[in-house]
């Protein structure tokens, strides 16, 4: 029994007996590392990258906005900005919140 418990002398697993857990602590930790690279991310700090075209439709205004800014402007009419405030919001499910009409 004394010999198993001294492995390096000359009895026992020896010290190979650490080379199984660190193969598989480098097989946990490479498929880790690669779903990590190659998964979507759903949601944290970064957002995934999906290319420089989705990048330049990032920066074009709302409609909503565009609404707006063309009512600020004085483009549009009250009636006309209410009116085609409310076919945007039937469309897009989203409008000014606390409206009262």
């Known amino acids: 029994m004394f010999e198993l418990a001294e492995p390096w002398t000359g009895g026992g697993p020896g010290p190979w007996i650490l080379f199984v857990p660190v193969l598989w602590a480098l097989a946990v930790f490479g498929v880790v ?13 970064g957002r995934a990258f999906r ?12 409609p909503l906005a565009v ?14 900005y209410w009116g085609r405030l409310s076919v ?6 989203a409008g000014p919140k606390g409206r009262t009409a």
Request: hydrophobic share 35%; proline share 9%; aromatic share 4%.
């Open 33 to 45: 590392t690669l779903l990590r690279r190659t998964a979507p991310r759903l949601g944290g700090p």
């Open 51 to 62: 290319g420089p075209r989705a990048a330049a439709r990032d920066d074009a205004p709302t």
């Open 88 to 93: 945007l919001e039937e469309h897009f499910g």
């Open 67 to 80: 609404l707006g800014r063309r009512f600020a402007a004085g483009e549009i009419d009250e009636e006309e």
